[in-house]
């Protein structure tokens, strides 16, 4: 167990940075949407590539760690679709994570 409370609290921070960083990138999206600088239904590979250059570099990491076509298939995701549904899941997994974390700090005392 010496391992595992670190390992749930460092996921489980990551989850909600992770979901804050998500969150910066759908509104950055929206406010661009709304001001007609970009299609609505904008793909998560085409609002990285044409207005977040600095994180294309997550499309071929997906593609090498992903099964095959995964990769693809989630960057040809609606960005406004696929950012709501990956914040909710960060901040779920985060939450129990930490819960774990603190069950753990509990049952040592």
Do not use: C, N
């Amino acid at each position: 167990m010496g391992l595992l409370r670190p390992s749930l609290l460092g996921f489980g921070w990551a989850s909600f940075v992770g979901s804050v960083a998500d969150a910066l990138i759908l509104s950055h999206h929206l406010i661009l949407s709304v001001s007609g600088e970009s299609a609505m239904m904008a793909s998560v590979r085409d609002h990285i590539l044409d207005h977040l250059p600095f994180l294309a570099w997550l499309i071929p990491l997906a593609q090498w760690i992903l099964p095959e076509g995964w990769a693809d298939w989630l960057f040809a995701l609606p960005a406004v679709g696929y950012f709501p549904v990956r914040i909710l899941f960060s901040i779920v997994t985060g939450t129990l994570a930490l819960r774990w974390a603190a069950r753990i700090k509990a049952a040592r005392s």
